[in-house]
Structure formats: structure tokens, C-alpha cells
Nanobody, 114 residues
């Protein structure tokens, strides 16, 4: 099983970025996919999730700015991030979960700075 996150980078405040996570070795469409993030010195926190039936959930801090989506044909989940602020700086991780199975990607760093 592999979850390959990509798309992180340096962006200015107010800018946008899209991170992706491609899964392999799993029946992707069966898994609920979730983005988490961990800022320096802080605990990992849930950012957004999308179920196998495409229901979505968001942390209050990102509602209206971030959008999670998935493309099962590409085994990929996306996180579109708009109006970014320095508080969004973190390593972003994707998680795939189905019943008792839970898999983590390696993370991609997003830095919001001028």
C-alpha cells in the first residue's frame, strides 16, 4: 500500500495551492480519504475528509477556503486550498481508511509566507 502526496510548496498569503494524494495497492473507491496537517510544535489535526460516497467534512478553520475532492478513476484525492494564511503552514498528510484498515502517506510541506 502506498499513498503518495504531492503538490506542496511555498505560497504567499492569500494565494492558492492544490495538494494531491495518489493511492496504490488498495481498492481506492472503497476508502474514506482524509487530509490531516501538522504544524511545527503542534499536534496533527484533521483538515478535511471525503467518504466513499463523496460526503465531505471540514475543520472549522478551513471551511469556505479549502475543498476536498476525489477522482476514483485516478485513485487520487485532492485538497484545493484558497486564501491561504501563515497559520496554514504545515506538513499535510493523507489517510485512507476502510473498516479496520488505515494507511498514511508521507506528507507534503505547505509553507505560507511572504
Amino acid at each position: 500500500v502506498q499513498l503518495q502526496a504531492s503538490g506542496g510548496g511555498l505560497v504567499q498569503p492569500g494565494g492558492s495551492l492544490r495538494v494531491s494524494c495518489e493511492g496504490s495497492g488498495i481498492i481506492f473507491e472503497m476508502f474514506a480519504m482524509t487530509w490531516y496537517r501538522q504544524a511545527p510544535g503542534k499536534q496533527r489535526e484533521l483538515v478535511a475528509g471525503i467518504t466513499s460516497s463523496f460526503s465531505t467534512t471540514y475543520a472549522d478553520s478551513v471551511k469556505g477556503r479549502f475543498t476536498i475532492s476525489r477522482d476514483n478513476a485516478k485513485n487520487t484525492v485532492y485538497l484545493q486550498m484558497n486564501n491561504l494564511s501563515p497559520e496554514d503552514t504545515a506538513v499535510y498528510y493523507c489517510n485512507a481508511k476502510f473498516l479496520r484498515a488505515s494507511h498514511w502517506g508521507q506528507g507534503t510541506l505547505v509553507t505560507v509566507s511572504s
